[in-house]
């Protein structure tokens, strides 16, 4: 089968395209025809190395965003497989049977390959670990990204009052996604009009990151997806400053593909590339242009 694999770590030309041997599965497995796969930064940060704490066996086939057909059943699905094993970037993958669920039924395979991570952090950082609630005010960095758009959406059905940071040409887009208040993050500082806040979800980190506990109320909570925050200012005030890793996790998207099946929730799609180009793919995602999701059509 084709697959887009590494052997080394390093920068974009260690990347191939190739042939490799389909996944031998394991008892409890599950084989996927892949038809879809969506490109996270965790694929590119993996291949600089950055990720060395998962010990990933050389060759490490990449991705772990997909959507596709259980083999000898058919069954329409989506899943996060985890990091941890073979990568959705080829023609089959594993997943394990507690990772995946039908694939909402109101999208085709590469708008369904783009939502398992992204949807998965976002519930996960909302809601187990920011335990955020109806009528509390969460922050959301980088609102208009994958990760963000879906935390927009998910904190607004939960009855948040919710205030996104993004770019001038996307503040109408994370409006349409239920954003009551917007701060440009490029002319604006969010503390200048951000006060009182529960949660920061940070999908941003560095200085953005440091600058949010002064938003905060004292017992809140800023969870970030990228990088673990300063705990000092954290202790003092009772805030619960944490970074989390998403886990897979079936159940919650089938409960997001119900979601999406009843329009509660919707996706976006930057660009699809055909597995041949898959390393534009990544590329595009590297370059941080993207506006939405860029997905590899495997099929
Ligand atoms: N921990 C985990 O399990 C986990 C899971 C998924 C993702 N992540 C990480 O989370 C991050 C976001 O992922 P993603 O898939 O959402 O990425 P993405 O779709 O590429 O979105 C990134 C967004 O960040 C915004 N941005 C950049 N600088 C900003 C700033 N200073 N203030 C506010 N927004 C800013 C950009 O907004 P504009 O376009 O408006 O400029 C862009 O839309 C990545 O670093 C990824 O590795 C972690």
Redesign the pocket.
């Known amino acids: 089968m084709q697959a887009i694999r590494i052997h080394s770590y390093g920068g974009p030309e260690v990347v191939r395209v190739e042939d490799a041997p389909r996944p031998q599965l394991k008892a409890g497995e599950i084989l996927v025809r892949v038809k879809a796969a969506g490109v996270?930064?965790?694929d590119w940060?993996i291949r600089q190395g950055n990720m060395g704490f998962l010990n990933l066996q050389f060759p490490v086939t990449l991705g772990c965003d997909l959507a596709g057909t259980v083999e000898g059943s058919g069954e329409e699905i989506y899943a996060y497989c985890a990091l941890t094993r073979n990568g959705a970037f080829a023609e089959y993958a594993i997943v394990l049977p507690g990772e995946y669920a039908p694939k909402p039924k109101t999208l085709g395979f590469v708008e369904a390959a783009s939502i398992p991570?992204?949807s998965l952090?976002a519930w996960q950082g909302l809601f187990d670990h920011g335990k955020l609630q109806a009528g509390q005010r969460v922050l959301v960095?980088?609102a208009?990204?994958?990760?963000?758009a879906m935390a927009v959406q998910l904190a607004k059905r939960k009855g948040a009052y919710v205030i996104g940071?993004?770019?001038g040409d996307?503040l109408d887009y994370i409006r349409s996604l239920g954003a009551d208040e917007t701060v440009d993050?490029k002319s604006e500082r969010f503390e200048d009009k951000v006060h009182d806040i529960d949660l920061v979800f940070d999908?941003?980190g560095g200085e953005?990151q440091q600058r949010s506990f002064t938003v905060l109320r004292d017992g809140g909570a800023l969870i970030s997806?990228?990088q673990p925050p300063a705990q000092e200012t954290a202790l003092q005030r009772g805030i619960k400053a944490a970074m989390?890793?998403?886990l897979p996790n079936g159940e919650t998207l089938r409960e997001v593909a119900r979601l999406i099946d009843a329009g509660e929730i919707r996706t976006r799609i930057d660009s699809v590339f055909p597995m041949p180009k898959g390393l534009d793919a990544l590329a595009r995602s590297e370059s941080?242009k993207?506006?939405g999701k860029i997905v590899i059509e495997i099929a």
């Open positions: 996270n930064a965790v940060k991570v992204a952090t960095h980088g208009a990204g994958m990760v963000g940071t993004a770019s996307n993050y999908t941003v953005t997806t990228v989390f890793g998403a941080g993207a506006k």
